[in-house]
């Protein structure tokens, strides 16, 4: 799928793109076994940040836990 980056009109449509981007990472092909995406809001420097909790298993099956502090920054330029 393409997408325009004029479809794009405003920070919050930009922040759920992203979202949508790291809750489809689970495939069944993939190690991620679970993916958690949290909003943390807006910060200073007029972006959004996000956290992106993901539980993985490695080929021995071991699961371990790694989390993602995501920046979302939408400028109109």
Do not use: P
């Given at each position: 799928m393409?997408?325009?980056?004029n479809?794009i009109k ?17 495939t ?7 993916i958690?995406?949290?909003s943390?809001g807006?910060?200073a420097?007029d972006g959004?940040?996000?956290?992106v909790?993901i539980?993985?298993r ?12 995501v920046?979302?920054?939408f400028?109109?330029k």
């Amino acid at each position: 799928m393409k997408l325009s980056f004029n479809e794009i009109k405003d920070q919050d449509k930009f922040e759920s793109l992203v979202c949508a981007y790291f809750d489809n990472l689970k495939t069944d092909k993939s190690a991620i076994t679970q993916i958690r995406v949290q909003s943390a809001g807006a910060d200073a420097n007029d972006g959004w940040n996000m956290l992106v909790y993901i539980e993985m298993r490695d080929a021995l099956r071991v699961s371990f836990n790694r989390t993602w502090v995501v920046r979302c920054l939408f400028h109109k330029k």
